[in-house]
């Protein structure tokens, strides 16, 4: 079991910046990939960036250049940099933390999700 806990989410204004934390705890040796995904109400919940143990990464094409994923592996700790923030970009942010099995990402556990939102 993978425990994550979100931080970092708010309200700001179109062209702002945000920066999501999510800090793992638990069976941290089981994880490999860690990942942010987003849900805006009434739409599916969507990839926003993942990263590997190795720091390679990927991007949802609608995020590409604005945001920025990392990881502190000493501190089992993933960030979300998000700049140029639109309001399409509002949404509740969720981390996870995984691997992948057979070329499919699997998760060892979500975060409770934090709150993004963008004003026109």
């Known amino acids: 079991q993978v425990e994550l806990v979100e931080s970092g989410g708010g309200l700001v204004q179109a062209g702002g910046s945000l920066r999501l934390s999510c800090a793992a705890s638990g069976r941290i040796q089981s994880i490999k990939t860690m990942s942010w995904d987003r849900q805006a109400p009434g739409k599916q919940r969507e990839l926003v960036a993942r990263?590997?143990?190795?720091?390679?990464?990927n991007y949802a094409d609608s995020v590409k250049g604005r945001f920025t994923i990392s990881r502190d592996n000493a501190k089992n700790t993933v960030y979300l940099q998000m700049n140029s923030l639109k309001p399409e970009d509002t949404a509740v942010y969720f981390c996870?933390?995984?691997?992948?099995?057979?070329?499919?990402?699997?998760?060892?556990?979500w975060g409770q999700g934090t709150q993004v939102t963008v004003s026109s």
């Open positions: 990263i590997s143990s190795g720091g390679s990464t």
């Open positions: 996870s933390a995984g691997d992948y099995s057979g070329g499919y990402y699997y998760a060892l556990g």
